[in-house]
T-cell receptor, first 114, second 110 residues
Framework: KAGVTQTPRYLIKTRGQQVTLSCSPI?????VSWYQQTPGQGLQFLFE???????NKGNFPGRFSGRQFSNSRSEMNVSTLELGDSALYLC?????????????FGPGTRLTVL | EDQVTQSPEALRLQEGESSSLNCSYT??????LFWYRQDPGKGPEFLFT???AGEEKEKERLKATLTKKESFLHITAPKPEDSATYLC???????????FGTGTQLKVEL
């Protein structure tokens, strides 16, 4: 079974731009969660989508948004990029029917903001 | 607010030298504790899930245990390929939000 895939793997943007990251979950998984990983803060939860609805949200500003499509693929968008948004963005998928289902992570998208 | 603390931050072992990593947590209503392994430049790889105090899980040289306040990841006779950052995370409240510790960076040398 193919794992979680994320595209692109690397991105370089400048301050003020916006960016869209994509995540394809494991086949059959309906929940997709997004996390931001930085050396200073570690892994922090951004939001979770299940059946095209945002089910949970972390403490990030409104510049961070996401959506999920009917095939469970998800995108996250960051508008008006700031230097501090440089991070590894990780997507995780799970079956989603129970919230205790294991989350499996993709390889991440490395975003650099200049 | 849920808190997860991992210790030590970094650990250097000789091949075959067994040790334990600690994950202590302060949460309201633990619904699951997860261990992941992360190699540089890659996403976390799932290792174990523990749901209740007293539970233990094993996989090759790794064994995870859980009490009401902490979890241990025991590494028996480690090999260089066990070198990685080990992350623990707790699931609390509603939904699928994992709260992560900052990890233990393990290096196993020949």
């Amino acid at each position: 079974k193919a794992g979680v895939t994320q595209t692109p793997r690397y991105l370089i943007k400048t301050r003020g731009q916006q960016v869209t990251l994509s995540c394809s979950p494991i086949s059959g998984h309906r929940s997709v969660s997004w996390y931001q990983q930085t050396p200073g803060q570690g892994l922090q939860f951004l939001f979770e989508y299940f059946s095209e609805t945002q089910r949970n949200k972390g403490n990030f500003p409104g510049r961070f948004s996401g959506r999920q499509f009917s095939n469970s693929r998800s995108e996250m968008n960051v508008s008006t990029l700031e230097l501090g948004d440089s991070a590894l963005y990780l997507c995780a998928s799970s079956l989603g029917s129970r919230s205790t289902d294991t989350q499996y992570f993709g390889p991440g998208t490395r975003l650099t903001v200049l | 607010e849920d808190q997860v603390t991992q210790s030590p931050e970094a650990l250097r072992l000789q091949e075959g030298e067994s040790s334990s990593l600690n994950c202590s947590y302060t949460v309201s209503g633990l619904r699951g504790l997860f261990w992941y392994r992360q190699d540089p430049g890659k996403g976390p790889e799932f290792l174990f899930t523990l749901y209740s105090a007293g539970e233990e899980k094993e996989k090759e040289r790794l064994k995870a245990t859980l009490t009401k306040k902490e979890s241990f990841l025991h590494i028996t006779a480690p090999k260089p390929e066990d070198s990685a950052t080990y992350l623990c995370a707790v699931l609390t409240g509603g939904g699928n939000k994992l709260t992560f510790g900052t990890g233990t960076q393990l290096k196993v040398e020949l």
